[in-house]
C-alpha cells in the first residue's frame, strides 16, 4: 500500500513513526513551510514532521505554501498514492486531491466526533470541562471534520491535567488507532458511520487572547482556562498594569472572608499561592510568570503582593 502522509506539528508525528515502524511504503510527506523563528525571525525551523521524515528516511518532502493549485494536485498525482493520511496538516485539501488516491484520505483527529470538529480540539475539550475525549479517524471529504467515522477510542481528561498533557496522551493514541484503522482496512472490516451533524460542535482556533481571565467567571472556568491555554498561549491577567501569566491554579472548597472581596481581588497571600475572589468563589494561583520573567511557584513572590489589592 502507497501512502502519502500528510501532517505537520508534534501530534503527527507518533503517526508517521508507527507507519514506517509497522513497513508501510509511505512514499511522502506533506507538510507546512519552514517558518522563521528566534528573536530576530532570521532562521528558518523546519516542522516536526519534516525532521520526523528526514530520520525516517523518506526522501519527498513536500512543502507546498497553497494546496489549491494545479502544480500541487499534480505532484500528488506523481506519487500514485494508494491512501493519503493526514493528521493534524493544518490545511483543507480540494476535492481533486482527495480523489487521488483509490482507497480515499483517513483522518487522524483529537476529538470524539462530531464534538470539537476544527484546528484545537484538545484545548477546547479542557477549557469547556469535558471529562474524556479521545482519537477518532475518518474517512475525509471536503468539510471540516465532517466525514464518515471509522474507528474512535476515548481518553479521560483528569481534572488537573493540561492541554499539553493531554497533547501527549492523545498523539500517542492516534498511532495506535491509525495502525488499527489500516487493519481493518486491509482486512475488509472497517465500517463506516455518517456523523450526526445535529450534534456537530465546530470550535476555533486558540489565539493569545483567549487567555485573557474574566474574574467575573466561575472559578472551574478559570481553572480549566489556566488548564486549557497551558503551554499556549497561557492564560494571563494583570498586576499593577504588569501582565501576569497565570500557569496552575486549584480549587477553593471554601473562600476565606475580606472587606471589598470583588471578583479579581487578592483575598490571601499563602505561603505556596494566591487565593483570589471569582466571580462564584475562589481559586488558588499556584504558579505565575511576569513579562521578562521566569516562571515561578506563587511563594516566591507573593511576599511582594498585598491582600486586598485587585487583579485585571
Given at each position: 500500500m502507497r501512502i502519502v502522509f500528510m501532517g505537520t506539528p508534534d501530534f503527527?508525528?507518533?503517526?508517521?513513526?508507527?507507519?514506517?515502524?509497522?513497513?508501510?511504503?509511505?512514499?511522502?510527506?506533506?507538510t507546512q513551510p519552514d517558518k522563521p523563528f528566534g528573536r530576530k525571525q532570521s532562521e528558518l525551523k523546519a516542522p516536526p514532521i519534516k525532521e520526523a521524515a528526514i530520520?525516517?528516511?523518506?526522501?519527498?518532502?513536500?512543502?507546498?505554501?497553497?494546496?489549491?493549485?494545479?502544480?500541487?494536485?499534480?505532484?500528488?498525482r506523481a506519487l500514485e498514492p494508494d491512501l493519503i493520511v493526514t493528521a493534524a496538516y493544518g490545511r483543507i485539501l480540494t476535492k481533486n486531491v482527495l480523489d487521488v488516491?483509490?482507497?480515499?484520505?483517513?483522518?487522524?483527529?483529537?476529538?470524539?466526533?462530531?464534538?470539537?470538529?476544527?484546528?484545537?480540539?484538545?484545548?477546547?475539550?479542557?477549557?469547556?470541562?469535558?471529562?474524556?475525549?479521545?482519537?477518532?479517524?475518518?474517512?475525509?471529504?471536503?468539510?471540516?471534520?465532517?466525514?464518515?467515522?471509522?474507528?474512535?477510542r476515548?481518553?479521560?481528561?483528569?481534572?488537573?491535567?493540561?492541554?499539553?498533557?493531554?497533547?501527549?496522551?492523545?498523539?500517542?493514541?492516534g498511532a495506535e488507532v491509525l495502525l488499527?484503522?489500516?487493519?481493518?482496512?486491509?482486512?475488509?472490516?472497517?465500517?463506516?458511520?455518517?456523523?450526526?451533524?445535529?450534534?456537530?460542535?465546530?470550535?476555533?482556533?486558540?489565539?493569545?487572547?483567549?487567555?485573557?481571565?474574566?474574574?467575573?467567571?466561575?472559578?472551574?472556568?478559570?481553572?480549566?482556562l489556566v488548564r486549557g491555554t497551558n503551554p499556549w498561549p497561557g492564560a494571563f491577567t494583570y498586576y499593577n498594569c504588569s501582565r501576569m501569566k497565570i500557569w496552575k491554579t486549584a480549587l477553593l472548597e471554601s473562600c476565606p472572608s475580606v472587606k471589598a472581596g470583588k471578583p479579581g481581588t487578592i483575598m490571601k497571600v499563602e505561603k505556596d499561592s494566591l487565593i483570589v475572589a471569582t466571580g462564584d468563589g475562589c481559586l488558588h494561583i499556584i504558579e505565575l510568570q511576569f513579562d521578562s520573567c521566569r516562571r515561578m511557584n506563587a511563594c516566591e513572590c507573593g511576599h511582594n503582593m498585598d491582600e486586598g489589592e485587585v487583579l485585571g
Open positions: 503527527a508525528v507518533p503517526c508517521l513513526e508507527a507507519l514506517v515502524k509497522n513497513k508501510y511504503d509511505v512514499v511522502g510527506i506533506v530520520r525516517c528516511g523518506i526522501g519527498t518532502i513536500l512543502q507546498p505554501t497553497k494546496v489549491r493549485t494545479p502544480e500541487f494536485l499534480e505532484a500528488i488516491p483509490k482507497l480515499g484520505c483517513i483522518n487522524v483527529h483529537a476529538s470524539l466526533l462530531p464534538k470539537y470538529r476544527g484546528a484545537a480540539p484538545i484545548q477546547w475539550a479542557i477549557m469547556n470541562g469535558d471529562e474524556k475525549t479521545g482519537i477518532t479517524t475518518m474517512f475525509m471529504d471536503e468539510g471540516m471534520d465532517t466525514g464518515d467515522i471509522l474507528l474512535t476515548e481518553i479521560p481528561i483528569l481534572p488537573d491535567m493540561t492541554s499539553g498533557e493531554l497533547f501527549d496522551g492523545l498523539k500517542t493514541l488499527d484503522t489500516l487493519k481493518a482496512l486491509e482486512n475488509g472490516s472497517l465500517a463506516r458511520t455518517p456523523q450526526d451533524n445535529s450534534k456537530a460542535v465546530s470550535v476555533p482556533m486558540i489565539t493569545k487572547e483567549i487567555g485573557l481571565v474574566d474574574w467575573n467567571r466561575k472559578a472551574v472556568e478559570i481553572h480549566n
